[in-house]
């Protein structure tokens, strides 16, 4: 939903836009994800870069949003264009980057109706490859887009795209998207007032959100924004604005989680590790942490349905278990929060994964609470008197060797 709040000097216009998604999650429910952006469009009906750091408010940075941070290449084409085999160039924006532009070259071909509005037909596709990052080969090699744009404003109803991204040598992504104009329609007064209050209340939240919050996160930062957000819930409960208010309070309550496990993992640090006891993957012995005072112990806490885990299992078999075993350390998988049956899933995990370091099972899920564990992987380094000098979320392969090799001092 976009709302032109202004129309200033030079025909540009100021415009808030409301972007809600519904990402799927296979056989759960997955909240909306929604942004409120607050654009200026220039008299060609191109998008003006803003600051990242009023980009990262705008666009809480999550993993379906962060692909639609822009939508449409432009929002109208100025009516003197459209004339049939009327062709033209511009030099634009690719990724909202400032620094990097493109040369498209617009063709208008024909006339399609799209309802029951007739519209021009007009190509856009960029003329040659945009380099992104030059050391990593990185460049958009295709940008093809068809518009649909009213004859009397100019106005695009709809868009077909497909970009090609070559991430890097021999990779590529390649993305298509179509988007439709529902309908355009001027408020009421009274509307368009109750929306610009809601509008400057965004606004103001935005000001304590973003990289200050997501970069440098405090327990005072997130209560003020905490604050901020209930207060504007409380005020405009109805408003279409408060989808994203909540996206925000999803991700600033997973920020206060990560922090608080920061904190506690922090506590453990130069203390006893907490000793524990679980059975073998194969399920026919138990073995005790304590058991193995004397090595450097590298515990993986994992789950056989998480991505990083998988990814991250086959580098635990190869640089730290197959590279260190011989000098005394022991790679220890502890599998949690299975899905299904916990031996079953454990055990297709290690056949996957060719693992032959020790996996244990923990199908009651009491060792996270031990080591404050809430996201996997999470990877915690025991020296040999057993104290743990390495506890970290996610995988650290560096951080992880540097904690073995002082470890074995």
Same mark, same amino acid.
């Given at each position: ?10 025909? =540009? ?23 409120? =952006? ?18 990262? +408010? ?34 634009? =924006?690719?990724?909202?980057? $400032? ?17 029951? @509005? ?6 856009? /596709? ?5 380099? !992104? ?18 004859? %009397? ?7 077909? @795209?497909?970009?090609?991204? %070559? ?27 109750? =929306? ?9 939240? &935005? ?20 604050? $901020?957000?209930?207060?504007?819930? %409380? ?11 909540? /996206? ?55 789950? &056989? ?17 197959? +590279? ?28 996957? &994964? ?33 104290? !743990? ?21």
């Amino acid at each position: 939903m976009d709302l032109v709040t202004e129309v200033g000097e030079g025909q =540009r216009a100021t415009v808030a836009s409301l972007r809600t998604f519904q990402p799927q999650g296979e056989g759960q429910t997955v909240p909306p994800e929604s942004a409120v =952006r607050f654009l200026t469009i220039t008299n060609m009906g191109e998008e003006e870069p803003v600051p990242i750091e009023q980009m990262f +408010a705008e666009s809480p940075p999550l993993g379906f949003l962060g692909q639609f941070t822009t939508l449409l290449s432009v929002y109208f084409v100025p009516t003197g264009q459209l004339k049939e085999g009327n062709a033209w160039a511009n030099k634009e =924006r690719i990724f909202l980057r $400032a620094d990097l532009l493109g040369e498209f070259r617009y063709q208008v071909t024909s006339k399609e109706k799209v309802g029951d @509005r007739e519209c021009w037909v007009i190509t856009r /596709t960029l003329l040659k490859p945009a380099v !992104i990052q030059p050391e990593q080969g990185a460049q958009v090699t295709k940008s093809a887009d068809r518009l649909w744009v009213d004859p %009397q404003t100019g106005l695009i109803r709809q868009i077909q @795209r497909e970009m090609t991204l %070559q991430v890097r040598e021999g990779q590529v992504l390649i993305t298509t998207v179509t988007l439709a104009l529902k309908s355009a329609q001027k408020v009421s007064e009274n509307i368009f007032q109750q =929306r610009s209050q809601e509008l400057k209340a965004v606004k103001g939240l &935005h000001q304590k959100v973003g990289a200050p919050v997501l970069m440098q996160p405090t327990k005072e930062k997130l209560d003020e924004v905490e604050k $901020a957000i209930g207060d504007f819930l %409380q005020r405009y409960k109805d408003s279409p604005y408060a989808p994203h208010v909540e /996206t925000w309070h999803r991700l600033v309550q997973f920020i206060r989680q990560r922090l608080g496990q920061a904190e506690r993992q922090g506590r453990l640090l130069g203390q006893a590790a907490p000793d524990f006891e679980l059975p073998t993957v194969d399920g026919e012995r138990k073995v005790k942490l304590s058991d193995l005072r004397g090595k450097v112990v590298v515990l993986n806490f994992f789950a &056989h349905w998480c991505g990083p885990c998988n990814a991250e299992a086959p580098r635990l078999e190869k640089e730290f278990w197959q +590279a260190y075993k011989d000098e005394g350390v022991v790679v220890v998988g502890v599998a949690i929060w299975a899905q299904e049956d916990p031996f079953k899933v454990a055990q297709a995990f290690v056949k996957k &994964h060719r693992l032959t370091y020790l996996v244990l099972v923990d199908a009651e899920d009491k060792t996270p609470n031990l080591y404050g564990v809430e996201g996997v992987p999470t990877n915690v380094v025991v020296d040999k008197q057993g104290i !743990i000098r390495y506890l970290q979320a996610g995988f650290d392969p560096e951080g992880i060797r540097r904690a073995i090799e002082e470890a074995l001092k």
